[in-house]
Structure formats: structure tokens, C-alpha cells
Nanobody, 120 residues
Framework: EVQLQAFGGGLVQTGGSLRLSCAGS????????IGWFRQAPGKEREGVLC????????AYRDSVKGRFTISRDNAKNTVYLQMNSLKPEDTAVYYC?????????????WGKGTLVTVSS
């Protein structure tokens, strides 16, 4: 069974940092692109960053460029999202998801997200 679980959310002040982790199981982790997505209250789910099998990064939106970094450790079946210079508008539930064989795909598999709250 394919499972992905996000961890590491919490409450931080504007300008602070958090590092989220995503643990995958039930599939060959290295064979797939993995993306981070988020959903804020009352908003549609949106893509944040994605990482390919080779480690190439794709930014789904300009607002996180220079602040967020995605990385992966296939030996640990884990993807990370380092978030710096956090802003209140980053407040959301963050999910990691398999996007298929490239970052162009949507969320094929995902699990329970982790809440990030950035205070003003």
C-alpha cells in the first residue's frame, strides 16, 4: 500500500524557519517525482515545490523561490521541505505527494498533511 506522511509542522513567527519531512512507503521511492502541496483555510490546494527522480527542482510558484528548498534522501525514503523566511500567507496544511514520473503530474498518492501556522 502506497503511503506518504508529512511531519514537522508547527507554530512559528514571521521570518522563522521549519523543516518538514515526508516519509514514503509501499513503493520504490526513487522511481517517482515527489511534490509538496499545501492548502490554506478556505483556499484551493496548490503546489509548492517538486523534486524529480534525479533531484531537479521545480517551483510551482514564484512566491517560494529563494525561501523554500526541497530535497530527497532515497535511502531513507524521505523528502524534505526546508522553509525559511516564513510569512503568514504560508500558513496551510502541507502535504507531500507522488506526482508520477515527472513533476508535471498531479497528486497521484498522498497522505495526512502537517499544519504550518505562521503568526503575524
Amino acid at each position: 500500500e502506497v503511503q506518504l506522511q508529512a511531519f514537522g509542522g508547527g507554530l512559528v513567527q514571521t521570518g522563522g524557519s521549519l523543516r518538514l519531512s515526508c516519509a514514503g512507503s509501499g513503493f520504490t521511492f526513487a522511481d517517482y517525482a515527489i511534490g509538496w502541496f499545501r492548502q490554506a483555510p478556505g483556499k484551493e490546494r496548490e503546489g509548492v515545490l517538486c523534486i524529480s527522480q534525479s533531484g531537479a527542482n521545480t517551483a510551482y510558484r514564484d512566491s517560494v523561490k529563494g525561501r523554500f528548498t526541497i530535497s530527497r534522501d532515497n535511502a531513507k525514503n524521505t523528502v524534505y521541505l526546508q522553509m525559511n523566511s516564513l510569512k503568514p500567507e504560508d500558513t496551510a496544511v502541507y502535504y507531500c505527494a507522488v506526482t508520477g514520473y515527472s513533476c508535471e503530474g498531479g497528486m497521484d498518492f498522498w497522505g495526512k498533511g502537517t499544519l504550518v501556522t505562521v503568526s503575524s
